[in-house]
């Protein structure tokens, strides 16, 4: 009786590679192996599984219908042996493997990468993996194990641990408050030159505010607008415009008058959160990660 061969974990994992770069060649240099050894290994996995998982040409490759479901199986698959290895493993302390992390472009270069780079001295078992993505991530479809990132967490299934804390302010240069005035309150502020940054999902029009009677929203409007803080507070610096910016990113000028807040009572929260999957959340790798992410930012001193 001829029997069918079952898929091996290696090749389910390459098979998550190449989806995840959509390209053989690029998952062969992440991986280390030949593209030949992939396209070969690809090759039994669909014999395996009996259903073609890419459609192959030479510009591109994407999933058929039966690889997007043949995905997120492999993913889980590759996630729970994962998950069954540090539940038997008696060096929880010291975890092993990939971690794969996103996070919004200003935040991830400026504050996260440093704390990885600690993180991975202090690991160095672990494999780290991080994407800076402006724009909403699907942690589940799309294999991230952490994301972090700054504001409020909505969707379900997630489990969210708050990092470190910090909040958003108003802030101009002062040449830009000779030239224009000090708003006074926010209904001013849509007279002003505001310079909002567009970050993910967010509304970048619409500053929501906390304030002395709760929340606020003004909508505001400028000649400029980014998608970058590191641009965003460059212009404020430049005397272009009204930002609302991170302190964390804005202190040092703030101390040293290159910028000045504005309407000092009304701020945006803006905490740091770790959000992974709800079934991840006993993960050694995660569980490691997010306890030396909150104790590197409470000892950079890093919030309001």
């Known amino acids: 009786m001829n029997t069918i061969p ?16 959509s390209s053989f060649a690029m998952a062969a240099r992440t991986l280390g192996v030949s593209k030949a050894l992939i396209s070969k290994r690809i090759g039994l996995l669909e014999a ?23 995905l997120s199986w492999a993913r889980r698959i590759a996630e729970d042996v994962d998950l069954l290895g540090e539940a038997l493993s008696q060096e929880r302390a010291a975890p092993a493997g990939l971690l794969r992390l996103c996070s919004s472009t200003g935040f991830g270069s400026r504050h996260l990468a440093p704390a990885l780079s600690a993180l991975a001295q202090a690991h160095p078992q672990m494999q780290i993996e991080l994407e800076l993505l402006d724009r909403p991530v699907d942690l589940i479809e799309e294999g991230f194990q952490l994301d972090l990132r700054l504001g409020h967490v909505h969707e379900g299934h997630v489990t969210a641990r708050r990092v470190a804390r910090n909040r958003r302010v108003l802030c101009a240069s002062p040449a830009y408050l000779a030239r224009h005035g000090i708003p006074h309150t926010l209904d001013e502020l849509p007279g002003h030159r505001c310079i909002p940054i567009r970050e993910r999902d967010q509304d970048f029009a619409r500053w929501d505010l906390v304030g002395p009677e709760g929340a606020a929203s ?6 400029l607008s980014a998608n970058h803080g590191g641009v965003v507070r460059q212009w404020a610096l430049d005397g272009h415009g009204i930002i609302l910016r991170s302190t964390w990113d804005v202190q040092d000028d703030l101390a040293a008058g ?16 770790a959000v992974c999957p709800s079934r991840l959340s006993a993960s050694a790798r995660v569980r490691v990660c997010v306890e030396f992410l909150q104790d590197w930012f409470s000892r950079a001193g890093l919030g309001p």
């Open 258 to 273: 290159r910028l000045v807040q504005l309407l000092p009572a009304y701020h945006q929260p803006a905490d740091v959160w």
């Open 48 to 70: 395996a599984l009996q259903v073609r998982l890419f459609h192959r040409t030479t510009r591109s490759v994407t999933l058929t219908p039966q690889g997007e479901l043949a």
């Open 6 to 21: 079952l898929p091996q974990l290696d090749d389910l994992r390459l098979f998550c590679g190449v989806a995840r770069h």
């Open 218 to 223: 003004v909508r505001v409007s400028g000649p």
